[in-house]
């Protein structure tokens, strides 16, 4: 079974530019989180898609959205971007009914680099 | 709000040494708790997680950890470590009420082995 994909696996863009990132979760997983690394704040949760719906959602500004396909693929967006947006998203997925009791499968994740 | 300490930014250990990782967390009730690792380049890997029952808990690659309410800890063990352990770990929470994937994650430990 194939793993999680992330595309790209590297971005470099500029600030006020905006970015799209792509999740594919593992087959027949319904539930896809994404979270933001980064060396000062460490791993933060960003939101939660579950069957195109989000279910939950993390501290972040509105520039930061999301959205989930019927074929569970996700995209988050990150719109005029900042300096501090620099960091390594990952997302992750999970069947999604059972929520925590699930293992969730990490993606190798985007780094974005905002300059 | 929940939060996750893990008090040991890096901890050296020689191969074959046993190891033990900190984590404390900070919740009204048990949450969902996690161990992550993470080597080089690479996406998160669950270890083990606890959700209820026993309180010592077996994971993959022989690592163990043990939940006591008393002192809201978490650790993580390992008897005898190999270098292909050397990765950063990450210590988890979610949730008591499991309304969803997000989690709460500690600042993370590096571990080093020396051959």
């Known amino acids: 079974k194939a793993g999680v994909t992330q595309t790209p696996r590297y971005l470099i863009k500029t600030r006020g530019q905006q970015v799209t990132l792509s999740c594919s979760p593992i087959s027949g997983h319904r539930s896809v989180s994404w979270y933001q690394q980064t060396p000062g704040q460490g791993l933060q949760f960003l939101f939660e898609?579950?069957?195109?719906?989000?279910?939950n959602k993390g501290n972040f500004p509105g520039r930061f959205s999301g959205r989930q396909f019927s074929n569970s693929r996700s995209e988050m967006n990150v719109s005029t971007l900042e300096l501090g947006d620099s960091a390594l998203y990952l997302c992750?997925?999970?069947?999604?009914?059972?929520?925590?009791?699930?293992?969730?499968?990490f993606g190798p994740g985007t780094r974005l680099l905002v300059l | 709000a929940q939060s996750v300490t893990q008090p040991d930014i890096h901890i050296t250990v020689s191969e074959g040494a046993s190891l033990e990782l900190r984590c404390n967390y900070s919740?009204?009730?048990?949450?969902?708790l996690f161990w992550y690792v993470q080597s080089p380049g690479q996406g998160l890997q669950l270890l083990l997680k606890?959700?209820?029952?026993?309180?010592l808990v077996q994971g993959i690659k022989g690592f163990e950890a043990e939940f006591k309410r008393s002192q809201s800890s978490f650790n993580l063990r390992k008897p005898s470590v190999h270098w292909s352990d050397a990765a950063e770990y990450f210590c988890a929470v979610g949730p008591f009420n499991n309304a969803g994937n997000m989690l709460t994650f500690g600042g993370g430990t590096r571990l080093m082995v020396k051959p």
């Open positions: 992750a997925s999970s069947p999604g009914l059972d929520k925590l009791k699930e293992t969730q499968y």
């Open positions: 919740y009204g009730a048990t949450p969902y």
């Open positions: 606890y959700f209820s029952g026993d309180t």
């Open positions: 898609y579950f069957s195109e719906t989000q279910r």
